[in-house]
């Protein structure tokens, strides 16, 4: 049986497409769904190019965002979904959606948290001087970028602190942690500390393991 995994979205979807092309129909997974709050989304025709079935939930055709988001956790939960990514879904979601997939939606975030929360990350970094950034993916509790870190990677900012250039290193490294924590959760590889909930633990030597 595979690894069911729906990916929400808003943008041009450059994660997503890592997504598809590193798991898709590989290490026991399928992607089996793609979500966005915004019908323009990029993201969308590349879910389509890929056979992946979309839809999209729009705010105001559902008479406000949690009545949105819970129409989206219903079809999520039809198709039967094990995972929920976020993968550039650039709006929170209600409480009653994150309860309803405990401990199974992921986030990915560039910077590393807890610094740089919330939305213009990259900006805060390079605006406070720092001369190390990174990449986080972590699991989505209610508060803005606040769950349980899965992995994280720093990433040097450019000598000459070009913007662009930071955001293409943490892009990249992005399209290598994300799919990299969906395959592990997929493999069964990780868990939270029964002593500490903030933990998330990693067995490495599972990575490489079918779920069973
Ligand atoms: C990524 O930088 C992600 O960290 C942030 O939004 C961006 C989405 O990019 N949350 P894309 O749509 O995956 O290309």
Redesign the pocket.
Known sequence: MSFRVSVL??????????ILDQLHGRHGIEVVAVASNRPE???LDRAATAGVETAVFEASAHGGREERDLAMADWLAERRVDLVV?????ELLCTEFIARFPSRIV????SLLPAFPGIR??EQALDHGVKVGG?TVHFVDEGVDSGPIILQRAVEVPADRDPAEF?SR??AV?HELLPEAIRLIGAGAVSMDARNPRLVRIERGMAGARRV
């Open positions: 979205v808003s943008g041009t979807g450059t994660n997503l497409q890592a989304a990029r993201a976020l993968a550039g879904y650039m986030n990915v975030h560039p990350a990259i990449v955001e943490l892009h992005e």
